[in-house]
């Protein structure tokens, strides 16, 4: 059973950074497609970035493209989404998800295992 546990959300002021962490359990980690999800209230989940098993291919949305980067370490089985240049459109609940694939999804429903999120809230 893969578990995923998200953490390094929190307060920031707009033009900040974070570092989100998606750490895995349960599985090789290395066998796996991530995305990273966010969701505000009153929207729906939307997709911020994802990254191939071995970390050669990655996508983001244009909303993060120049300001986030996804990264892995497989041998920590930890993703992360290092976010720059943070705007208040940023806060949300981000979530990881996980699908074991060698393709890469940008797409919610193709992912089969999610964490239970960690809130980000950027100030103006």
């Known amino acids: 059973q893969v578990q995923l546990v998200e953490s390094g959300g929190g307060l920031v002021q707009a033009g900040g950074s974070l570092r989100l962490s998606c750490a895995a359990s349960g599985v090789t980690f290395s066998r796996y497609a991530v995305g990273w999800f966010r969701q505000a209230p009153g929207k729906e989940r939307e997709f911020v970035s994802a990254?191939?098993?071995?970390?050669?291919?990655?996508y983001y949305a244009d909303s993060a493209k120049g300001r986030f980067t996804i990264s892995r370490d497989n041998g920590k089985n930890t993703v992360y989404l290092q976010m720059n240049s943070l705007k208040p459109e940023d806060t949300a609940v981000y979530f990881c998800?996980?699908?074991?694939?060698?393709?890469?999804?940008?797409?919610?429903?193709?992912?089969?295992?999610w964490g239970q999120g960690t809130q980000v809230t950027v100030s103006s």
């Open positions: 998800a996980a699908d074991r694939t060698f393709l890469v999804f940008t797409t919610a429903r193709a992912y089969d295992y």
């Open positions: 990254i191939n098993w071995s970390g050669g291919s990655t």
